[in-house]
């Protein structure tokens, strides 16, 4: 299994990004897809996960009204768009896989991608 996350970069405070997580080696449709982040010193933190259909979503406290997640099962791909970026988004950002919308971990991690968000 592969989940291969890209679109991180370095950007301004008030920018946005958006981020990708490619999946391969999984039946990608039946998984609850996630995206995590961890800034330095801190904890893996839940940003946001999503449903098989892509109709249920949540997301962080801390994120909500600025990022979406959304996923594309035809091309086995999730996204996070990040809008009004704040320089505490500053993390690496992790793609994964659940079994469910309740899972407490993920099943599968992909690598991170570094997002830095400047003040």
């Known amino acids: 299994v592969q989940l291969q996350a890209s679109g991180g970069g370095l950007v301004q405070a008030g920018g946005s990004l958006r981020l990708s997580c490619a999946a391969s080696?999984?039946?990608?449709?039946?998984?609850?897809m996630a995206w995590y982040r961890q800034a330095p010193g801190k904890e893996r933190e839940s940003v946001a996960r999503?449903?098989?259909?892509?109709?249920?979503?949540y997301s962080g406290d801390s994120v909500k009204g600025r990022f979406t997640i959304s996923r594309d099962n035809a091309k086995n791909t999730v996204y996070l768009q990040m809008n009004s970026l704040k320089p505490e988004d500053t993390a690496v950002y992790y793609c994964?896989?659940?079994?469910?919308?309740?899972?407490?971990?993920?099943?599968?991690w992909g690598q991170g991608t570094l997002v830095t968000v400047s003040s």
């Open positions: 994964a896989a659940l079994v469910s919308l309740t899972s407490s971990a993920p099943k599968y």
């Open positions: 999503i449903g098989l259909s892509g109709s249920t979503t």
């Open positions: 080696g999984l039946t990608f449709s039946i998984y609850v």
